[in-house]
């Protein structure tokens, strides 16, 4: 299982919206074949190491990382396929929250005659799955908040300059994390300050398609123009309100960019955040990769929309004048304070990479 787990994630950038699956086949103590899912409307991961292992199949056992599907969908169900090669056994670490499969994958094989285990690799997977899952299970993208700060938890200098608080090794690990995402998504303040153009340039293995960069501007402040608008280098999506001019709108289509209104945001500060979220679920983005200032970031937290964040701190201190890492007015006891929880810590060059989740979301969501 933990090969497949392997497989699986080396297949992460290029199965969206669909899961990136691990499966290997082993006959006697002996591994026979294995794969992980293809490029949509190619073949799962389990037809890969089916076809991998040919007549070896018969009376193996098959790992999978995920439950095998059981229904045809752009490809023929794997359950049928499994069952045809001679398959024995079938290890699944975790079962598939997708309604079209919820059990009813794991069911036929069993209606079959097949011996089904469930859960082992269960937690490794649940991590590594998490946004499919938290798609899956909401219909909504899942969010992960990135930001690079200073030792005191600053994300910009008092003249709003934050480029750049961190070093090489931090910024090419955010653009890995931007390969692993189906959008990015900043808001005006940022688009504004910055100019940034959102585009995955560092990554090693750079994903086929540039990811969906998303503007979150409700009153139409951020001109067409700019990296961020240059759409040779990526798609843009401007998700913004009923609020914005007639001009700004124009300016923006002009330019190339989708547009979209949504309703404001139930304080009438900005978007509303969650519609945001459920509409990149909806167009197949499984994980949004929030790249805002403080202004956004505090908005997701204080709305309890943050599944996971990856903070990037220095050993620069930008002091009572700097820009928070969340805006707001935070808290007022320590117990009403939103607590994650530390997935993981690394040392990148003269940084340090910190990984949380939103636990208060369940195992499935961060
Ligand atoms: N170090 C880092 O990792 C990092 C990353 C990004 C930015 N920064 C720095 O952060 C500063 C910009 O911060 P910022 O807070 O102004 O930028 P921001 O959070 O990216 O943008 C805030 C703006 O987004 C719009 N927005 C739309 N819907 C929203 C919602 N529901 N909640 C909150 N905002 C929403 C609002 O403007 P409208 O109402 O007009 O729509 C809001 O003023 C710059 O100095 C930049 O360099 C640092």
Known sequence: MQRALALGDAARRRTAPNPWVGCVIARDGVIVGEGATEPPGGPHAEAVALAAAGDRARGATAYVTLEPCGHR????????????????RVVVALEDPDPRVGGRGLARLRDAGVTVEVGLGAADATRSLAPYLHHRNTGSASCLVKTATSLDGRVAAADGSSQWITGDEARADAHELRAESQAVVVGSGTALADRPSLTVRLATDTPARQPLRVLLDARGRVPADGPLFDTTLAPTLVLTTAMVPGPALDAWRAAGAKVEIVDAAPDGGGVDLAAVLALLGRDGVLQAMVEGGPTLHGALLAAGLVDRVVAFVSG???????????????????????????????????????????????????
Do not use: K, W
């Open 73 to 88: 969908g752009r490809t023929g169900p794997c359950t049928d396929a499994m069952r045809a090669a001679g398959i024995e």
């Open 316 to 366: 620069a201190v930008l002091g009572r004048e700097g820009r928070a890492m969340f805006a707001g007015p935070g808290p007022l006891t320590l117990g009403d304070a939103p607590r994650l929880e530390l997935l993981d810590a690394q040392v990148l060059g003269p940084d340090v990479r910190l990984e949380y989740r939103n636990a208060r979301h369940g195992s499935g969501s961060s």
